[in-house]
Protein backbone atom coordinates (compact mmCIF):
# COMPACT_ATOMS: atom_id res chain seq x y z
CA UNK A 1 0.00 0.00 0.00
CA UNK A 2 1.18 3.59 -0.56
CA UNK A 3 0.39 5.29 2.84
CA UNK A 4 -1.62 8.99 3.28
CA UNK A 5 -0.40 11.47 5.08
CA UNK A 6 -2.77 10.36 8.24
CA UNK A 7 -1.48 6.35 8.14
CA UNK A 8 2.22 7.84 8.33
CA UNK A 9 1.29 10.31 10.80
CA UNK A 10 -0.29 7.07 12.70
CA UNK A 11 2.89 5.36 12.21
CA UNK A 12 4.99 8.04 13.44
CA UNK A 13 3.56 8.32 16.73
CA UNK A 14 3.37 4.43 16.98
CA UNK A 15 7.13 4.24 16.28
CA UNK A 16 7.80 6.85 18.89
CA UNK A 17 5.92 4.79 21.33
CA UNK A 18 2.35 6.85 22.10
CA UNK A 19 -0.28 5.23 23.48
CA UNK A 20 -2.95 5.86 20.46
CA UNK A 21 -6.58 6.28 19.67
CA UNK A 22 -7.12 6.01 15.89
CA UNK A 23 -10.66 7.47 14.53
CA UNK A 24 -11.23 5.79 11.45
CA UNK A 25 -14.77 7.19 9.44
CA UNK A 26 -16.37 4.08 7.57
CA UNK A 27 -14.22 2.27 4.39
CA UNK A 28 -10.92 4.36 5.54
CA UNK A 29 -8.77 1.39 5.92
CA UNK A 30 -8.45 0.79 9.41
CA UNK A 31 -6.99 -2.75 8.96
CA UNK A 32 -4.90 -2.07 6.33
CA UNK A 33 -3.25 1.01 9.03
CA UNK A 34 -2.81 -1.48 11.69
CA UNK A 35 -1.18 -4.08 10.07
CA UNK A 36 1.34 -1.06 8.18
CA UNK A 37 2.16 -0.05 11.62
CA UNK A 38 2.62 -3.61 12.90
CA UNK A 39 4.89 -4.52 9.57
CA UNK A 40 7.02 -1.54 10.74
CA UNK A 41 8.17 -3.14 13.64
CA UNK A 42 10.19 -5.92 14.88
CA UNK A 43 8.00 -6.23 18.61
CA UNK A 44 5.50 -8.86 19.24
CA UNK A 45 1.93 -7.21 19.48
CA UNK A 46 -1.59 -8.57 19.94
CA UNK A 47 -4.60 -7.80 17.93
CA UNK A 48 -7.56 -8.11 19.75
CA UNK A 49 -10.64 -8.51 17.13
CA UNK A 50 -14.37 -8.03 17.58
CA UNK A 51 -15.21 -11.39 16.47
CA UNK A 52 -13.70 -15.10 15.50
CA UNK A 53 -14.43 -14.36 11.76
CA UNK A 54 -12.70 -10.74 12.02
CA UNK A 55 -9.53 -12.30 13.74
CA UNK A 56 -9.37 -15.01 11.01
CA UNK A 57 -9.22 -12.60 8.28
CA UNK A 58 -6.52 -10.70 10.18
CA UNK A 59 -4.26 -13.50 10.99
CA UNK A 60 -3.72 -13.79 7.41
CA UNK A 61 -2.55 -10.43 6.91
CA UNK A 62 -0.92 -9.21 10.13
CA UNK A 63 2.99 -10.41 10.26
CA UNK A 64 3.80 -13.41 12.33
CA UNK A 65 5.10 -10.76 14.93
CA UNK A 66 1.24 -10.18 15.75
CA UNK A 67 -1.17 -12.45 17.25
CA UNK A 68 -4.81 -12.15 16.29
CA UNK A 69 -7.55 -13.52 18.72
CA UNK A 70 -10.54 -12.21 19.99
CA UNK A 71 -10.52 -11.52 24.08
CA UNK A 72 -12.73 -14.98 24.33
CA UNK A 73 -9.84 -16.49 23.00
CA UNK A 74 -7.33 -15.12 25.25
CA UNK A 75 -9.48 -16.17 28.23
CA UNK A 76 -10.21 -19.70 27.17
CA UNK A 77 -6.40 -20.28 26.87
CA UNK A 78 -5.70 -18.88 30.02
CA UNK A 79 -8.40 -20.05 32.12
CA UNK A 80 -11.61 -21.09 30.10
CA UNK A 81 -10.69 -24.70 29.36
CA UNK A 82 -10.73 -25.41 32.62
CA UNK A 83 -14.67 -25.42 31.93
CA UNK A 84 -14.60 -27.57 28.88
CA UNK A 85 -17.00 -29.64 29.97
CA UNK A 86 -19.81 -27.33 31.18
CA UNK A 87 -19.36 -25.58 28.07
CA UNK A 88 -20.14 -28.83 25.71
CA UNK A 89 -23.63 -28.66 28.21
CA UNK A 90 -27.07 -28.80 26.71
CA UNK A 91 -29.25 -25.76 25.99
CA UNK A 92 -32.03 -25.97 28.35
CA UNK A 93 -35.33 -23.30 29.16
CA UNK A 94 -34.27 -20.89 31.72
CA UNK A 95 -37.00 -22.19 34.07
CA UNK A 96 -35.55 -25.52 34.19
CA UNK A 97 -32.32 -22.94 35.39
CA UNK A 98 -34.42 -21.37 37.19
CA UNK A 99 -36.06 -24.57 38.74
CA UNK A 100 -32.96 -26.06 39.56
CA UNK A 101 -31.71 -22.60 41.86
CA UNK A 102 -35.17 -22.55 43.91
CA UNK A 103 -37.54 -20.23 41.73
CA UNK A 104 -40.68 -21.73 41.90
CA UNK A 105 -42.94 -19.04 43.57
CA UNK A 106 -45.16 -16.53 41.36
CA UNK A 107 -44.20 -13.21 42.73
CA UNK A 108 -46.24 -9.78 42.89
CA UNK A 109 -44.60 -6.68 41.64
CA UNK A 110 -47.10 -3.40 40.88
CA UNK A 111 -49.78 -4.81 39.26
CA UNK A 112 -47.91 -7.53 37.56
CA UNK A 113 -47.37 -11.51 38.76
CA UNK A 114 -44.02 -12.72 37.89
CA UNK A 115 -44.04 -16.23 37.54
CA UNK A 116 -40.85 -18.32 37.82
CA UNK A 117 -40.25 -18.25 34.27
CA UNK A 118 -39.64 -14.47 34.29
CA UNK A 119 -37.70 -14.60 37.51
CA UNK A 120 -35.77 -16.84 36.06
CA UNK A 121 -35.13 -15.00 32.93
CA UNK A 122 -34.41 -12.00 35.18
CA UNK A 123 -31.81 -13.85 37.11
CA UNK A 124 -29.71 -15.33 34.32
CA UNK A 125 -29.97 -11.73 32.49
CA UNK A 126 -28.38 -10.04 35.67
CA UNK A 127 -25.58 -12.90 35.51
CA UNK A 128 -25.11 -11.67 31.82
CA UNK A 129 -25.09 -7.74 32.26
CA UNK A 130 -22.62 -8.17 35.29
CA UNK A 131 -20.54 -10.31 33.04
CA UNK A 132 -20.62 -7.76 30.50
CA UNK A 133 -19.65 -5.23 33.01
CA UNK A 134 -16.17 -3.86 34.58
CA UNK A 135 -17.93 -4.20 38.42
CA UNK A 136 -16.07 -6.65 40.76
CA UNK A 137 -19.27 -7.63 42.39
CA UNK A 138 -22.64 -8.35 41.38
CA UNK A 139 -24.86 -5.45 42.28
CA UNK A 140 -28.79 -4.08 41.84
CA UNK A 141 -27.98 -2.23 38.78
CA UNK A 142 -27.00 -5.74 37.11
CA UNK A 143 -31.30 -6.32 37.38
CA UNK A 144 -32.55 -6.03 33.70
CA UNK A 145 -35.52 -3.54 33.38
CA UNK A 146 -38.52 -5.44 32.59
CA UNK A 147 -41.36 -4.41 30.26
CA UNK A 148 -44.29 -2.42 32.56
CA UNK A 149 -42.03 -2.78 35.78
CA UNK A 150 -39.68 0.28 34.69
CA UNK A 151 -40.84 2.52 37.56
CA UNK A 152 -38.06 2.35 40.35
CA UNK A 153 -40.22 1.32 43.32
CA UNK A 154 -40.97 -1.76 41.00
CA UNK A 155 -37.40 -2.04 39.90
CA UNK A 156 -36.37 -2.28 43.60
CA UNK A 157 -38.39 -4.76 44.57
CA UNK A 158 -37.15 -6.60 41.57
CA UNK A 159 -33.86 -6.16 42.86
CA UNK A 160 -34.91 -7.44 46.10
CA UNK A 161 -35.83 -10.90 44.52
CA UNK A 162 -33.48 -11.63 42.11
CA UNK A 163 -30.56 -10.53 43.64
CA UNK A 164 -29.99 -13.37 45.88
CA UNK A 165 -30.70 -16.14 43.58
CA UNK A 166 -28.40 -13.74 41.06
CA UNK A 167 -25.59 -14.41 43.69
CA UNK A 168 -26.38 -18.21 43.69
CA UNK A 169 -26.17 -18.52 39.87
CA UNK A 170 -22.91 -16.92 40.03
CA UNK A 171 -21.20 -19.24 42.86
CA UNK A 172 -22.98 -21.83 40.37
CA UNK A 173 -20.49 -20.94 37.88
CA UNK A 174 -18.10 -20.99 39.71
CA UNK A 175 -17.58 -24.71 39.92
CA UNK A 176 -15.57 -26.03 36.52
CA UNK A 177 -17.17 -29.36 36.79
CA UNK A 178 -21.01 -29.39 37.15
CA UNK A 179 -23.81 -26.91 37.62
CA UNK A 180 -27.02 -26.11 37.05
CA UNK A 181 -26.58 -22.48 34.88
CA UNK A 182 -25.14 -23.59 31.57
CA UNK A 183 -22.02 -22.00 31.11
CA UNK A 184 -21.12 -20.07 27.84
CA UNK A 185 -18.01 -17.70 26.83
CA UNK A 186 -19.23 -14.57 28.76
CA UNK A 187 -18.42 -16.51 31.51
CA UNK A 188 -14.95 -17.71 31.77
CA UNK A 189 -13.97 -14.07 30.41
CA UNK A 190 -15.90 -12.60 33.11
CA UNK A 191 -13.92 -15.42 35.73
CA UNK A 192 -10.41 -14.14 33.57
CA UNK A 193 -11.00 -10.50 33.99
CA UNK A 194 -11.55 -10.81 37.70
CA UNK A 195 -8.01 -11.98 38.49
CA UNK A 196 -6.56 -9.19 36.74
CA UNK A 197 -4.61 -10.94 33.47
CA UNK A 198 -1.39 -9.73 32.32
CA UNK A 199 -1.18 -9.96 28.37
CA UNK A 200 2.14 -10.68 27.04
CA UNK A 201 3.14 -8.47 24.28
CA UNK A 202 5.00 -4.65 23.48
CA UNK A 203 1.99 -3.52 21.86
CA UNK A 204 -1.96 -4.40 21.89
CA UNK A 205 -4.08 -3.12 18.98
CA UNK A 206 -8.09 -3.16 19.64
CA UNK A 207 -10.38 -3.36 16.83
CA UNK A 208 -14.01 -1.76 17.20
CA UNK A 209 -13.46 0.01 19.71
CA UNK A 210 -16.10 1.92 19.50
CA UNK A 211 -18.22 -0.94 20.50
CA UNK A 212 -16.15 -2.73 22.98
CA UNK A 213 -17.94 -4.16 26.83
CA UNK A 214 -16.62 -2.90 29.84
CA UNK A 215 -14.86 -5.84 30.93
CA UNK A 216 -12.99 -5.50 27.77
CA UNK A 217 -12.09 -2.06 28.01
CA UNK A 218 -10.81 -3.04 31.54
CA UNK A 219 -8.40 -5.84 30.82
CA UNK A 220 -7.25 -3.63 27.66
CA UNK A 221 -6.44 -0.47 29.67
CA UNK A 222 -5.06 -2.84 32.39
CA UNK A 223 -2.15 -3.68 30.41
CA UNK A 224 -0.79 0.31 29.81
CA UNK A 225 2.03 0.00 32.46
CA UNK A 226 3.97 -2.97 30.04
CA UNK A 227 2.22 -2.49 26.70
CA UNK A 228 1.72 0.16 23.92
CA UNK A 229 -2.22 0.41 23.10
CA UNK A 230 -3.30 1.30 20.01
CA UNK A 231 -7.09 0.96 19.63
CA UNK A 232 -8.71 2.11 16.26
CA UNK A 233 -12.85 2.68 15.80
CA UNK A 234 -15.45 5.66 15.10
CA UNK A 235 -16.98 6.38 17.27
CA UNK A 236 -19.54 7.46 15.17
CA UNK A 237 -20.29 4.25 14.85
CA UNK A 238 -20.81 3.37 18.31
CA UNK A 239 -24.89 2.21 17.92
CA UNK A 240 -24.90 -0.71 20.42
CA UNK A 241 -25.02 1.29 23.80
CA UNK A 242 -28.46 -0.65 24.47
CA UNK A 243 -27.39 -4.15 25.00
CA UNK A 244 -23.87 -2.80 27.10
CA UNK A 245 -21.32 -1.69 24.20
CA UNK A 246 -19.13 1.30 25.25
CA UNK A 247 -17.57 4.28 23.42
CA UNK A 248 -14.09 3.78 24.80
CA UNK A 249 -12.30 6.18 22.18
CA UNK A 250 -13.72 9.12 23.59
CA UNK A 251 -11.93 9.04 27.25
CA UNK A 252 -8.91 7.19 26.29
CA UNK A 253 -5.63 8.02 27.43
CA UNK A 254 -3.46 8.82 24.81
CA UNK A 255 -2.96 10.66 21.19
CA UNK A 256 -5.87 11.08 19.25
CA UNK A 257 -5.50 10.97 15.69
CA UNK A 258 -7.73 10.40 12.84
CA UNK A 259 -8.44 8.91 9.39
CA UNK A 260 -11.01 10.34 7.08
CA UNK A 261 -9.76 9.27 3.29
CA UNK A 262 -12.53 6.72 2.39
CA UNK A 263 -11.74 4.82 -0.35
CA UNK A 264 -15.31 2.72 -0.16
CA UNK A 265 -17.11 5.99 -1.80
CA UNK A 266 -16.93 9.17 -3.88
CA UNK A 267 -16.64 12.84 -2.47
CA UNK A 268 -20.37 13.26 -2.98
CA UNK A 269 -21.74 9.86 -0.88
CA UNK A 270 -18.51 11.22 1.15
CA UNK A 271 -20.92 14.76 1.88
CA UNK A 272 -23.80 12.88 2.90
CA UNK A 273 -21.92 11.15 5.40
CA UNK A 274 -20.67 14.42 6.97
CA UNK A 275 -23.73 15.83 7.17
CA UNK A 276 -24.93 12.53 9.82
CA UNK A 277 -21.48 13.15 11.18
CA UNK A 278 -22.02 17.02 12.01
CA UNK A 279 -25.61 16.48 13.33
CA UNK A 280 -23.98 13.18 15.84
CA UNK A 281 -21.28 15.90 16.82
CA UNK A 282 -18.49 13.10 15.99
CA UNK A 283 -14.78 13.82 15.71
CA UNK A 284 -13.97 13.41 11.89
CA UNK A 285 -15.62 14.25 8.60
CA UNK A 286 -15.04 11.81 5.36
CA UNK A 287 -13.45 12.92 2.19
CA UNK A 288 -14.74 10.66 -0.50
CA UNK A 289 -11.86 9.20 -3.38
CA UNK A 290 -12.12 11.19 -6.25
CA UNK A 291 -12.06 7.96 -8.81
CA UNK A 292 -15.08 6.30 -7.31
CA UNK A 293 -18.32 7.52 -8.93
CA UNK A 294 -21.12 7.77 -6.06
CA UNK A 295 -24.26 9.01 -7.05
CA UNK A 296 -27.42 9.70 -4.69
CA UNK A 297 -30.40 9.47 -6.00
CA UNK A 298 -33.76 6.68 -6.76
CA UNK A 299 -32.52 3.26 -6.72
CA UNK A 300 -35.41 1.36 -8.55
CA UNK A 301 -33.70 -2.24 -8.01
CA UNK A 302 -31.10 -1.60 -5.51
CA UNK A 303 -28.77 -4.30 -4.07
CA UNK A 304 -29.53 -4.26 -0.25
CA UNK A 305 -32.65 -2.02 1.45
CA UNK A 306 -31.56 -0.95 4.79
CA UNK A 307 -34.41 -0.73 7.82
CA UNK A 308 -34.76 1.30 11.32
CA UNK A 309 -36.23 -1.90 13.16
CA UNK A 310 -36.56 -5.82 12.59
CA UNK A 311 -40.45 -4.84 12.05
CA UNK A 312 -39.48 -2.58 9.50
CA UNK A 313 -37.13 -5.55 7.42
CA UNK A 314 -39.97 -7.82 8.02
CA UNK A 315 -42.68 -5.10 6.17
CA UNK A 316 -39.90 -4.44 3.74
CA UNK A 317 -39.57 -8.25 3.14
CA UNK A 318 -43.05 -9.31 2.76
CA UNK A 319 -43.54 -6.44 0.37
CA UNK A 320 -40.52 -7.29 -1.81
CA UNK A 321 -41.44 -11.00 -2.17
CA UNK A 322 -45.49 -10.28 -2.87
CA UNK A 323 -43.38 -8.22 -6.04
CA UNK A 324 -42.13 -11.65 -6.79
CA UNK A 325 -38.33 -10.98 -5.64
CA UNK A 326 -36.47 -13.55 -4.04
CA UNK A 327 -34.80 -12.05 -0.66
CA UNK A 328 -32.86 -12.67 2.15
CA UNK A 329 -32.51 -11.07 5.13
CA UNK A 330 -28.68 -10.66 7.31
CA UNK A 331 -28.72 -12.35 9.91
CA UNK A 332 -31.60 -14.60 9.38
CA UNK A 333 -35.23 -14.78 10.10
CA UNK A 334 -34.84 -16.41 13.48
CA UNK A 335 -35.41 -13.46 15.57
CA UNK A 336 -38.47 -12.67 13.90
CA UNK A 337 -39.62 -16.15 14.15
CA UNK A 338 -39.26 -15.88 17.64
CA UNK A 339 -41.18 -12.59 18.24
CA UNK A 340 -44.25 -14.16 15.59
CA UNK A 341 -44.35 -17.29 17.59
CA UNK A 342 -44.46 -15.12 20.82
CA UNK A 343 -46.99 -13.03 19.24
CA UNK A 344 -48.95 -15.88 18.42
CA UNK A 345 -49.32 -17.56 21.76
CA UNK A 346 -50.38 -14.45 23.12
CA UNK A 347 -52.70 -14.30 21.30
CA UNK A 348 -54.44 -17.53 21.80
CA UNK A 349 -54.45 -16.74 25.31
CA UNK A 350 -51.02 -18.27 26.68
CA UNK A 351 -47.59 -16.71 28.20
CA UNK A 352 -44.27 -16.58 26.36
CA UNK A 353 -41.05 -16.93 27.28
CA UNK A 354 -39.60 -14.36 24.76
CA UNK A 355 -37.97 -11.54 26.61
CA UNK A 356 -39.79 -8.66 25.31
CA UNK A 357 -43.66 -9.82 25.91
CA UNK A 358 -42.56 -12.32 28.95
CA UNK A 359 -44.72 -10.35 31.41
CA UNK A 360 -47.88 -9.66 29.52
CA UNK A 361 -50.53 -12.91 29.96
CA UNK A 362 -52.70 -11.88 26.74
CA UNK A 363 -52.18 -9.96 23.28
CA UNK A 364 -55.14 -7.69 24.40
CA UNK A 365 -52.64 -6.56 27.53
CA UNK A 366 -49.78 -6.26 25.08
CA UNK A 367 -51.98 -3.59 22.43
CA UNK A 368 -53.11 -1.46 25.41
CA UNK A 369 -49.35 -1.10 26.69
CA UNK A 370 -48.19 -0.38 23.08
CA UNK A 371 -50.90 2.06 22.72
CA UNK A 372 -50.91 3.99 25.62
CA UNK A 373 -47.62 3.98 27.99
CA UNK A 374 -45.05 5.76 27.15
CA UNK A 375 -41.85 2.74 27.51
CA UNK A 376 -44.00 0.50 25.32
CA UNK A 377 -44.77 2.92 21.94
CA UNK A 378 -41.27 0.52 20.51
CA UNK A 379 -43.67 -2.52 20.63
CA UNK A 380 -46.42 -0.65 18.89
CA UNK A 381 -45.43 -1.28 14.86
CA UNK A 382 -44.67 -5.26 15.82
CA UNK A 383 -48.54 -4.53 17.21
CA UNK A 384 -49.43 -2.87 14.12
CA UNK A 385 -47.46 -5.84 11.61
CA UNK A 386 -49.24 -8.66 13.72
CA UNK A 387 -53.07 -7.07 13.66
CA UNK A 388 -52.91 -6.47 9.97
CA UNK A 389 -50.71 -9.34 8.71
CA UNK A 390 -51.17 -12.17 11.42
CA UNK A 391 -48.68 -14.42 12.44
CA UNK A 392 -49.11 -16.70 9.85
CA UNK A 393 -48.01 -14.56 7.02
CA UNK A 394 -45.26 -13.53 9.16
CA UNK A 395 -43.73 -17.24 9.24
CA UNK A 396 -44.80 -17.80 6.13
CA UNK A 397 -42.41 -14.45 4.80
CA UNK A 398 -39.54 -16.38 6.97
CA UNK A 399 -39.86 -19.71 5.26
CA UNK A 400 -39.48 -18.20 2.06
CA UNK A 401 -36.12 -16.50 2.70
CA UNK A 402 -33.39 -17.20 0.42
CA UNK A 403 -29.78 -16.74 0.89
CA UNK A 404 -27.70 -14.21 -0.20
CA UNK A 405 -26.10 -15.89 -3.11
CA UNK A 406 -29.41 -16.69 -4.62
CA UNK A 407 -31.39 -13.51 -3.72
CA UNK A 408 -31.55 -10.54 -6.14
CA UNK A 409 -31.90 -8.04 -3.15
CA UNK A 410 -30.59 -8.39 0.59
CA UNK A 411 -32.96 -6.83 3.50
CA UNK A 412 -30.89 -5.89 6.71
CA UNK A 413 -31.30 -3.32 9.55
CA UNK A 414 -28.84 -0.91 9.60
CA UNK A 415 -27.32 -2.22 13.01
CA UNK A 416 -26.78 -6.04 11.04
CA UNK A 417 -25.61 -3.83 8.12
CA UNK A 418 -22.84 -2.37 10.12
CA UNK A 419 -19.31 -3.49 8.55
CA UNK A 420 -20.61 -4.40 5.14
CA UNK A 421 -21.17 -2.60 2.01
CA UNK A 422 -22.84 -3.12 -1.35
CA UNK A 423 -22.74 -1.51 -4.53
CA UNK A 424 -26.00 0.22 -4.07
CA UNK A 425 -27.97 0.87 -1.03
CA UNK A 426 -32.12 2.09 -0.48
CA UNK A 427 -32.79 3.36 2.86
CA UNK A 428 -36.51 2.16 3.92
CA UNK A 429 -39.13 4.26 4.90
CA UNK A 430 -39.44 3.53 8.82
CA UNK A 431 -35.96 6.36 9.08
CA UNK A 432 -39.00 8.87 10.43
CA UNK A 433 -38.22 11.58 11.58
CA UNK A 434 -38.55 13.26 14.76
CA UNK A 435 -41.25 14.84 16.58
CA UNK A 436 -42.27 18.37 16.06
CA UNK A 437 -41.50 20.40 19.23
CA UNK A 438 -43.80 22.80 21.15
CA UNK A 439 -42.22 25.86 19.44
CA UNK A 440 -43.39 27.90 16.99
CA UNK A 441 -41.58 29.76 13.88
CA UNK A 442 -42.41 33.07 12.53
CA UNK A 443 -45.21 31.50 9.99
CA UNK A 444 -47.23 29.47 13.20
CA UNK A 445 -45.88 26.38 11.88
CA UNK A 446 -44.33 23.96 14.22
CA UNK A 447 -40.61 23.84 14.46
CA UNK A 448 -39.18 20.16 13.94
CA UNK A 449 -37.73 18.88 16.98
CA UNK A 450 -33.91 17.82 17.72
CA UNK A 451 -32.41 15.15 16.07
CA UNK A 452 -31.32 12.37 18.61
CA UNK A 453 -27.41 11.90 18.33
CA UNK A 454 -28.03 8.10 18.38
CA UNK A 455 -30.20 8.33 15.72
CA UNK A 456 -28.20 10.55 13.83
CA UNK A 457 -25.00 7.63 14.15
CA UNK A 458 -27.45 4.84 13.06
CA UNK A 459 -28.30 7.21 9.56
CA UNK A 460 -24.77 7.41 9.22
CA UNK A 461 -23.86 3.69 9.47
CA UNK A 462 -26.73 3.26 7.19
CA UNK A 463 -25.80 5.86 4.25
CA UNK A 464 -22.13 4.80 4.56
CA UNK A 465 -22.71 0.91 3.43
CA UNK A 466 -23.61 2.11 -0.46
CA UNK A 467 -20.29 1.96 -2.81
CA UNK A 468 -22.17 3.60 -6.03
CA UNK A 469 -25.30 4.93 -5.99
CA UNK A 470 -27.63 5.28 -2.10
CA UNK A 471 -31.43 6.38 -2.37
CA UNK A 472 -31.79 8.49 0.96
CA UNK A 473 -35.73 7.19 0.72
CA UNK A 474 -36.55 6.88 4.02
CA UNK A 475 -33.98 9.29 5.26
CA UNK A 476 -34.55 11.97 2.77
CA UNK A 477 -36.54 13.96 5.38
CA UNK A 478 -33.09 14.96 5.94
CA UNK A 479 -33.15 17.58 3.34
CA UNK A 480 -35.83 19.91 4.71
CA UNK A 481 -34.69 19.50 8.15
CA UNK A 482 -33.00 22.28 9.85
CA UNK A 483 -30.44 20.30 11.46
CA UNK A 484 -29.81 19.06 7.53
CA UNK A 485 -28.46 22.17 6.03
CA UNK A 486 -26.32 23.91 9.26
CA UNK A 487 -22.53 22.78 9.21
CA UNK A 488 -20.99 22.39 12.67
CA UNK A 489 -17.49 22.41 12.91
CA UNK A 490 -15.64 19.31 14.26
CA UNK A 491 -16.21 18.04 17.88
CA UNK A 492 -12.61 18.27 19.27
CA UNK A 493 -11.07 14.75 19.96
Not at 126 to 155: G, K, M, N, Q, Y
Not at 199 to 215: G, K, M, Y
Not at 228 to 254: K, N
Amino acid sequence: MTPTNEQLAAADRFHAGDHLALQAGAGTGKTSTLTYLARGTRRTGRYLAYNKAIAQDAAARFPATVTCKTAHALAYAAIGHRYCTRLNGPRQPSWKTGHDLGITQTVRIGDRDLSPRALSYATLRTVTRFCHSADPVLADHHIPRLRSLEEADCHRQLASVVMPFAHKAWADLQNPDAGAVRFDHDHYLKIWALTEPKIPADFLLLDEAQDTNPVVEQIFNAQRDHAQLVMVGDSAQAIYQWRGARDVMTTFRGTALTLTRSFRFGPRLAAEANRWLAIADAPLRLAGTEAIPTCLGPAEQPDATLCRTNVGAMLEVMRLLKAGRRVALTGGGESLRALAHAADALKNGRRTSHPELLLFPKWGELQDYAAHDPAGGDLQPLVDLVDTHGTGAILNAVHRLDSEDNADITVSTAHKAKGREWASVKIADDFTPPRDSDEKDANGQSVPGRIDEAEARLAYVAVTRARHQLDLGGLSWINSHPEGTVTRPHARG
